[in-house]
């Protein structure tokens, strides 16, 4: 965070000094109770309902306490502690992001969708941080109140910035936009997810959409050209630069001779009328995708395309998102754990389309969380997308995943099909089947422990 003396934020917030020194700078800031209080010469809001531990706070002092908490209450700070009262702490709370997103003039990206999210954030990472101080939000870590920490975590130092969007329900994306103030916004796709939080598949396309309205005046928009959902996104209030990627005639990054190769995916992007070869570490279309993404998005803050394609072939791909690894009996395990949603599984069965041809293809699924009504609706059409592929083994794993396994049966899948309520059994059917012909994925969600563990003790080095 770029310091700040205390006076000066007491006369930005037109607030009364209650106790305390204001001849002092803060360089940490913090949500009291959202956000753990670590550091010295941390800025705290506090909020009228907190119980504060005023020893706590004194015991990192010097600290700035900004509150609307009644005068009365306030005079308890410790003599290590100043205090700050305003009138509204919400008012004060938004005055006080927009002041310091402002102080900054920097390419700020945020990116949004369904699947992509952090790999395309870690793709622009990787590319910039070779000749640049890169400030972004860490790994998926993208729920709405890590925003704050994550805006004043810029300083005099950061070239760019670029955080994920998270989406649980709807009023999440704009309501990050509005501290990020981003100048350039992404939506890698829109699939189906959320849809607890979004009533309906409608409403999800509603919600992301909300990066349109959230992206500076004159910013820029990168949008998927071959998505069908996100070709339902309104641009009509949009006045900015709109830039789309995919395969596609539409489409201002295009790529094309997309190949599997060794350890990657090779593929050409063509461009303003100029052709370049490019390569990805990490299988799948999806992946030439979020690359497309990145590199649309360093080309509009000034980078050679060139050089961006040259600095992404070095990029390392994210563990549990389709990672390969040896497996037990010389069988190759395709770990896929990260995420899951309809979209996501869909993208790994084309990567075990060309991966898996002539082997003995084991598929392990999990449930799919955050469907709201629809979770039968959607696991049925994953059984439908499965029943149409040589899939030798079929394993389901939670009571939501079993509508996969009924609905691959009923629409005639050859699979040897097994359903289980958890992880345990699953082992002694697999064994038998784990040989140099076995390529296996496993796709669950993150928030399943059992199953990334399971996913660990299928690999060799377990």
Request: charged share 25%.
């Amino acid at each position: 965070m770029k310091p700040l003396r205390v006076k000066d934020i007491r006369n930005l917030l037109e607030g009364e000094l209650i106790s305390g020194s204001e001849l002092w700078s803060v360089n940490h800031a913090i949500y009291y109770k959202r956000h753990d209080l670590t550091k010295r010469n941390s800025l705290m809001f506090v909020s009228r309902s907190d119980d504060v531990n005023w020893n706590e706070i004194n015991n990192k002092g010097p600290s700035l306490v900004i509150s609307d908490k009644p005068s009365s209450e306030l005079k308890n700070a410790l003599s290590d502690t100043t205090v700050i009262k305003v009138k509204s702490l919400v008012q004060a709370y938004w005055k006080f992001m927009d002041y310091y997103r402002n102080l900054f003039q920097i390419p700020v990206v945020t990116i949004t969708g369904t699947c992509g999210k952090t790999t395309t954030k870690e793709m622009i990472k990787h590319i910039l941080i070779k000749d640049r101080s890169v400030q972004a939000s860490i790994s998926s870590k993208n729920e709405p109140r890590q925003s704050f920490p994550y805006l004043t975590g810029i300083d005099e130092k950061t070239k760019a910035a670029v955080f994920e969007l998270g989406l649980g329900n709807t009023g999440n994306i704009k309501h990050q936009c509005m501290i990020y103030q981003p100048t350039i916004g992404i939506i890698t796709n829109i699939g189906v997810h959320h849809l607890d939080g979004c009533g309906n598949l409608e409403g999800y396309i509603n919600a992301k959409s909300e990066i349109v309205d959230g992206i500076k005046k004159d910013g820029t928009l990168i949008l998927n050209a071959d998505d069908t959902n996100t070709k339902k996104v309104s641009l009509h209030s949009f006045k900015g630069k709109v830039i789309y990627f995919g395969e596609s005639s539409k489409a201002d990054f295009r790529a094309s001779n997309i190949q599997f190769t060794e350890n990657g995916m090779n593929f050409q992007i063509n461009f303003m009328n100029k052709k370049y070869t490019a390569f990805i570490p990490g299988y799948g279309e999806h992946q030439v995708y979020n690359a497309l993404a990145a590199i649309a998005a360093v080309n509009e803050m000034g980078m050679d395309i060139k050089e961006a394609i040259s600095r992404l072939k070095t990029y390392k791909n994210m563990s549990r998102h389709l990672e390969f690894s040896s497996g037990k009996g010389g069988s190759t395990i395709i770990d896929d754990t990260w995420t899951n949603n309809p979209t996501s599984v869909e993208a790994a069965l084309k990567v075990l389309d060309s991966i898996g041809a002539g082997k003995n293809v084991i598929l392990v699924l999990g449930d799919i969380k955050r469907l709201g009504n629809f979770e039968k609706k959607y696991h049925a059409e994953i059984g439908s997308l499965v029943a149409k592929r040589d899939i030798h083994t079929l394993i389901t794993i939670g009571s939501k995943a079993e509508e996969i396994a009924r609905k691959a049966m009923e629409d005639g899948s050859k699979a040897d099909v097994h359903m289980f309520k958890d992880t345990q059994g699953v082992m002694e059917v697999l064994q038998p089947k784990l040989d140099n012909q076995a390529v296996l994925l496993i796709k669950g969600p993150m928030s399943s422990r059992s199953m990334i563990e399971f996913a660990n003790n299928l690999k060799e080095n377990s």
